[in-house]
């Protein structure tokens, strides 16, 4: 599917076969691609975090007040970058704390809760700055989101698919990987095996804000600049590349390797369009039907493997 | 085994691995147990029996952690528990076979037996290859040669699913195992096989509590019959020297 796209663009447009555009299709992926790491913990284990992006605006933004040197909007703290890292990522992993108290204490909906906190967020990163942008970022806050080696290999890069592969990992050969996987199939039995289910999907919601926050670095560090509508909208990529990755919505199933090519897919449509001669106007909606073609045709070949893997036993 | 059967307790032999002293449950106003004892021992089989509604899951939930009594006392090889959550239950040597089985159909074989307590290496990593040769050896136990450890779960029969099941409790040197229904809804060749593995497993030493709503296979599997109607235990019998007819009985209340 992936290649199918990229030759598809090759043929149109071969300006598109660049190394340079290549680097940039996976530069431009790797927030996607950190947020949709977190949403598959959280999908995993039969739950949802719609709030990932906001919490990425807000946290990006908090983080950009309290390191900038502009003494118009900065907080003036001048706090060493380090340290308001750690506390950008502690703000994540506290919204990621509050989405659980209200899904596992009080058992509201995942969908409802993180939806109302994916506005809520939002709401917090306009009033927080009246609206204003944040710039003048000190270097060494920025390097990770802009700094490429020898020029042409981002870090972000490096970082986002060596976050996959970690991932990865501990889905494959954790425990709290495989618990993940049980608790989406069947909570009851995950329960009843003596699975800590509430602790599990904490953790999960806890690393899925985590890495919203870190994402909120990394983007930050990019454009240099923290504007309220950061990352607005990308739930639904995010959500995208999970389910063209073959990860169910319904819990228990999927790994870290196909949504991976779901979100390099995503990223290969939207550089494509964004150097094809056709009008802006025309973008989202090529965009919705190219999602769905890849959405319907990954559902078809798992049917077809359903049928195969049945004949078979 | 003389005065296994008896209906006073105190006269049982002192090796009973499970007592059960005056169990009480209710939910609200709802009385779900009411003052239940009895006794479960090694190397038996105590069927239970009783209506739907008459205690049985509520019974199994309240030794295994799931939910807490109100009154009573529980002792397993005359250490007094009270099992907070399954998890406790499990590692104190109880496992409980679900009717619905408890089983995660998205996972394969292996992972299901070793489901909630995946080994692990010293970095925390887990052992899958040692898991399925685990899982393999486990079924073989169990007559279930033609499974493999690597098939997932959602693809196999329901007797099949009964044998992941109660391998997981051969694993896990259980001592006491409560089976919910473990025939109901099988194939009669597979209800032969469930059978055959709980023999494997008394003779391996387990207190086996076998619910069904099959009095005949009851009689033939178990040493011992208990029955609850609403919530009571109305009676405790040797399963050779009852018949059918006064299990009914006692399962109406009108014995």
Redesign the interface.
């Known amino acids: 599917m992936l290649a199918v796209v990229t030759i598809a663009f090759i043929i149109v447009e071969p300006r598109i076969f660049s190394v340079r555009i290549l680097i940039n299709v996976l530069e431009h992926s790797s927030i996607l691609g950190i947020l949709v790491i977190g949403m598959i913990f959280c999908l995993l284990a039969g739950r949802f975090d719609l709030s990932s992006e906001s919490t990425l605006g807000f946290t990006a933004l908090v983080g950009a007040w309290m390191v900038s040197t502009n003494v118009n909007f900065g907080s003036g703290w001048l706090l060493p970058p380090l340290v308001v890292v750690i506390l950008m990522l502690a703000m994540g992993a506290a919204i990621g704390c509050l989405n659980s108290f209200f899904i596992i204490k009080l058992r509201v909906n995942a969908f409802i809760v993180t939806l109302a906190m994916l506005l809520a967020f939002r709401g917090f990163t306009y009033v927080f700055t009246d609206a204003n942008t944040m710039y003048d970022l000190p270097g060494s806050f920025i390097g990770l989101g802009s700094y490429s080696i020898g020029g042409l290999l981002p870090l972000s890069v490096i970082l986002f698919v060596g976050l996959f592969v970690v991932s990865q990992f501990v889905l494959s050969?954790?425990?709290f990987g495989?618990?993940l996987?049980?608790i989406?199939?069947?909570p009851?039995?995950?329960?009843?095996?003596?699975?800590?289910v509430d602790r599990r999907t904490l953790t999960a919601f806890i690393l899925s804000g985590m890495l919203a926050a870190l994402g909120g670095w990394v983007l930050a560090g990019r454009l240099q600049a923290v504007t309220i509508n950061l990352a607005q909208g990308m739930v639904f990529e995010v959500f995208a590349a999970a389910v063209i990755g073959g990860v169910s919505l319904a819990g228990?199933?999927g790994n870290m390797i196909g949504p991976l090519g779901g979100v390099l897919l995503l990223g290969m449509i939207t550089t494509g369009l964004s150097v094809m001669p056709i009008s802006s106007l025309w973008v989202d909606a090529v965009r919705g039907v190219l999602i769905l073609v890849a959405v319907v045709l990954w559902r078809v070949t798992e049917i077809y493997e359903e049928r195969w893997?049945?004949s078979t036993? | 085994m003389a005065g296994e059967h008896t209906l006073t307790p105190t006269t049982e032999a002192k090796s009973a691995l499970l007592r059960v002293r005056g169990l009480s449950k209710h939910f609200d106003h709802v009385v779900a147990l009411s003052d239940v004892s009895f006794e479960a021992h090694s190397h038996q089989v105590l069927g239970l029996v009783g209506d739907n509604g008459a205690g049985k899951s509520t019974l199994i939930k309240l030794i295994s952690g799931v939910h807490r009594a109100n009154a009573g006392e529980i002792y397993l090889a005359d250490q007094q528990i009270a099992f907070e959550t399954p998890r406790e239950s499990r590692d104190a040597g109880i496992e409980v076979i679900y009717q619905d089985m408890a089983l995660v159909n998205e996972l394969e074989v292996w992972e299901n037996v070793f489901l909630g307590r995946l080994l692990r290496n010293n970095f925390g990593i887990i052992q899958r290859k040692r898991m399925i040769e685990e899982a393999a050896h486990l079924l073989e136990r169990l007559g279930l040669h033609a499974l493999s450890p690597t098939t997932q779960v959602g693809y196999l029969s329901g007797g099949q699913k009964k044998g992941v099941a109660i391998s997981r409790a051969l694993y896990w040197d259980t001592r006491l195992i409560f089976m919910d229904e473990p025939t109901a809804a099988l194939a009669v060749f597979e209800i032969r096989k469930v059978l055959e593995q709980i023999e494997t497993l008394r003779q391996g030493g387990v207190a086996v509590v076998f619910v069904s709503h099959n009095l005949k296979e009851v009689l033939a599997t178990a040493d011992r019959v208990m029955v609850l109607h609403r919530g009571q235990l109305t009676g405790i019998r040797n399963a050779k020297e009852t018949s059918e007819d006064e299990i009914i009985r006692l399962m109406m209340g009108t014995a």
């Open positions: 050969y954790t425990s495989r618990d996987y049980a989406g199939g069947n009851d039995a995950a329960f009843a095996a003596g699975i800590r228990g199933k893997r049945a036993l």
